[in-house]
């Protein structure tokens, strides 16, 4: 029970630190928290669930979020994102205060 703790645990530490890394091509914009409206234009994501989160870089990647707006830019920003690199970033933002 233990060991299974540790690697719970040891998972844990990793999807974080690997959250953060990928996050900070998103903190120029959004700020080191997710405090700041990116370029003016966006909402704080600071406190958005995992699954708002998710769904939104899943719209930017396809291309259907915010075509008007800073869609085009997060498109770029999404493009190299894959389905599990989406899901790790939009847990590390859910967890930014």
């Not at 630190?17 to 409206?37: D, F, P, R, S, T």
């Not at 989406?86 to 859910?94: D, F, N, P, V, W």
């Amino acid at each position: 029970m233990k060991t299974l703790l540790a690697l719970w645990g040891l998972s844990v530490m990793l999807s974080a630190a690997e959250g953060g890394a990928l996050y900070q091509k998103c903190a120029a914009c959004h700020g080191a928290k997710g405090e700041k409206a990116a370029l003016g234009k966006s909402e704080v994501i600071a406190g958005w669930k995992a699954d708002k989160t998710l769904d939104a870089l899943k719209g930017y990647k396809a291309g259907t979020r915010n075509t008007k707006g800073m869609g085009a830019i997060m498109k770029g920003q999404t493009a190299t994102l894959s389905e599990g690199d989406m899901k790790t970033l939009s847990e590390y933002i859910a967890g930014l205060k």
